[in-house]
């Protein structure tokens, strides 16, 4: 894995201008303690996202400053300061308040990256409710079922979005009183909604921030439903600890900073680095309403001039897919720190951005259990391409085994076990909602047990080997996914690639691929032939793939994840789960 890729060196001036300078030295002084000391606590041990991330910029005099800069589809321009999400938001939250939608109560978002949503999201946590976020290309009844599993109070949405995917089963959902429209009323509303432009219109631009208390919830995020159906992990306002400090530490993000997450708010990463994070650091956030394109986003990274990006390992191959010389056309030099989580980040798009941008992609891991970053290529330190890098100082991860009923953690650099946390930092969630079993099984023995397969090296570099599901065991063999899929990107026709392992009589299962090609690349014989005969000379015959597939795409998350499960049931007829999350579903 680590050996065919040089490691890529930070230069002293790297070390001396990043936020996290010395590694060590920061894992030896942190405390959570310390972290909370860099928030403003309301009275009594008080304290609220939406307040962190927003109020006391304000109170601090920096209210001028860009909060938000949204680029709409048609690239029109609208910014928000902090002074204008601090009025909005105020609106927002009269508006749930005069509505009787108060602490607690549940209200959720069916939109694009519009900005409402971000109002939205922030003004429910000034209200004390609960924001939930939902992909605005879901179903029917993916949204059905999330709003049903968190007995949703009020939603937010557009009348498009209304008539196609809620209408129907609205009155079926007891819990739901309130459904606001962000589409202006002229005469056209269904009944029972309520158009949140006019509502917002006559609201008071004043409201005192609740005083949540640390353990009040704040947040429900549904997982990305990769490994089946998607759970409710409850997060509280205390998370917004994590959320600052790891964005400081991990995404190197500092007050004057242009931050690009490219994370749909529809999933945890869009909501923690791209609402909460960049606001509690002061930064200034670019929303794109508009979906990937390679121009685009070069042009935006460009034209706003980002300095910290943060995307997710699909968005980075399909960049590299396009070609250096695309990228080569446009001026990169603001860009400071690149970040991509979410999926295993293969050592080949390490290495291209490396080469096609002033700094590499740095990889980081983390779930939506977990709230927050928890392992990182951090800005000072020496990327080893393939690595996710070193857990964030105040977080302590490793590598474990269930004996029996015993969890014995491995420590031998290279030792292949299940990725562990020791419970207690901020964002780690409270519970999934309704599942208190569930919930229990992922703690054992002191640990979380995060289900993905993991080592560590001599030098405490972390490895993605797979999800514990997705592992494949041939002839005697454990062979992970992702080292499969990144030897195969390696081979210069191979845009993405997909593993499983099948069923075997005698090998008990065997290596499949399925992969996608780059523009130029004809899928024929000798095509294939060459794909498995790179693999082979990597990887060896026992783990190379023995059946490799053509395919036009690869099924996927909405938000980006390869979905190894899909391809295996459709591959062996068994019944394919849950797909309420998949990609063109
Ligand atoms: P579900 O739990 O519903 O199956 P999911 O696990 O994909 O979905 P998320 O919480 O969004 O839902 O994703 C977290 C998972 O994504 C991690 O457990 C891991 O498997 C994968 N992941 C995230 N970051 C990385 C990374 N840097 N390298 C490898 N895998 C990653
Ligand atoms: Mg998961």
Redesign the pocket.
């Known amino acids: 894995m680590s050996a065919t890729w040089p490691t890529i060196t930070k230069t002293p001036q790297a070390r001396v201008q990043a936020v996290l300078g010395d590694y060590d030295q920061a894992c030896r002084e942190f405390s959570w303690d310390e972290a909370r000391s860099l928030l403003d606590y309301m009275p009594n041990g008080c304290l609220n996202i939406c307040h962190q991330a927003v109020d006391r910029h304000v109170d601090k005099g920096n209210g001028e400053v860009t909060a938000l800069r949204w680029i709409g589809r048609d690239d029109d321009i609208q910014d928000f300061t902090y002074a204008d999400l601090q009025r909005e938001t105020a609106k927002f939250a009269n508006v749930l308040k005069v509505n009787q939608i108060g602490a607690g109560d549940r209200v959720f978002s069916l939109l694009g990256r519009i900005p409402q949503l971000y109002i939205a999201a922030l003004g429910t946590l000034k209200n004390g409710s609960v924001y939930s976020p939902l992909f605005a290309a879901f179903g029917p009844d993916p949204v059905r079922a999330r709003m049903e599993i968190g007995e949703a109070t009020a939603l937010v949405t557009t009348l498009q979005l209304y008539r196609r995917k809620v209408e129907k089963w609205r009155h079926e959902l007891s819990s739901l009183k309130h459904v606001f429209l962000t589409d202006d009323d002229n005469g056209d509303l269904p009944g029972g909604t309520v158009s949140l432009n006019a509502a917002m219109a006559s609201a008071q631009t004043e409201f005192e921030t609740v005083h949540t208390r640390p353990e009040d919830m704040a947040l429900l995020h549904?997982?990305?439903?990769?490994?089946?159906?998607?759970?409710g992990?409850i997060h509280v306002h205390e998370a917004v600890v994590a959320h600052g400090i790891t964005g400081r530490l991990a995404l190197d993000l500092r007050a004057g900073d242009i931050y690009w997450c490219t994370a749909d708010p529809g999933?945890?990463?869009g909501t923690s680095y791209g609402i909460i994070s960049p606001l509690v650091n002061g930064v200034t956030m670019i929303v794109d309403e508009a979906d990937f394109e390679v121009e685009r986003w070069y042009r935006i990274l460009e034209q706003q001039q980002v300095s910290v990006w943060y995307t997710a390992?699909t968005a980075v191959r399909m960049l590299m897919r396009a070609g250096s010389e695309q990228a080569q056309k446009y001026n990169f030099s603001k860009l400071r720190f690149l970040s991509?989580?979410?999926?295993?980040?293969n050592p080949e798009a390490v290495a291209w951005s490396a080469k096609t941008f002033p700094t590499p992609f740095h990889?980081?891991?983390?779930?939506?259990?977990t709230g927050g970053i928890m392992?990182a290529n951090f800005a000072s330190m020496d990327v080893k391409p393939g690595s996710?890098g070193k857990p964030l100082p105040g977080v302590d991860a490793g590598i474990v085994e269930r004996q029996g009923e015993k969890i014995v953690e491995l420590t031998k650099p290279g030792a292949l076990g299940e990725l562990a946390l020791r419970p207690g930092w901020p964002s780690m969630m409270r519970g999934y909602l309704n599942e208190e079993q569930r919930y229990e099984k992922c703690f054992a023995g002191g640990w979380y047990l995060?289900?993905?397969l993991a080592s560590k090296d001599e030098d405490g570099y972390f490895w993605?080997i797979g999800?514990a599901d997705d592992l494949i065991k041939s002839a005697g063999h454990l062979i992970g996914p992702?080292e499969v899929e990144s030897a195969l990107i390696a081979h210069p026709a191979v845009a993405e690639a997909a593993v499983i392992g099948l069923p075997d009589e005698t090998a008990g299962e065997v290596v499949k691929a399925y992969v996608t090609l780059n523009p130029d690349a004809k899928a024929d014989e000798t095509l294939r032939k060459a794909i498995i005969a790179t693999a082979r000379r990597k990887l060896g015959p026992a783990v190379a793939p023995r059946q490799v597939e053509f395919r036009d795409a690869l099924p996927k998350?909405r938000?980006g994840?390869i979905m190894r499960r899909l391809l295996k049931a459709r591959e062996l007829g068994l019944p394919e789960g849950d797909t309420s999350?998949l990609e063109n579903n």
């Open positions: 549904f997982t990305s439903g990769t490994t089946g159906r998607p759970k992990a999933w945890v990463t390992p991509s989580v979410g999926e295993p980040l990889d980081n891991w983390w779930q939506t259990e392992i996710m995060s289900g993905d993605f999800r992702f998350t938000s994840k999350t």
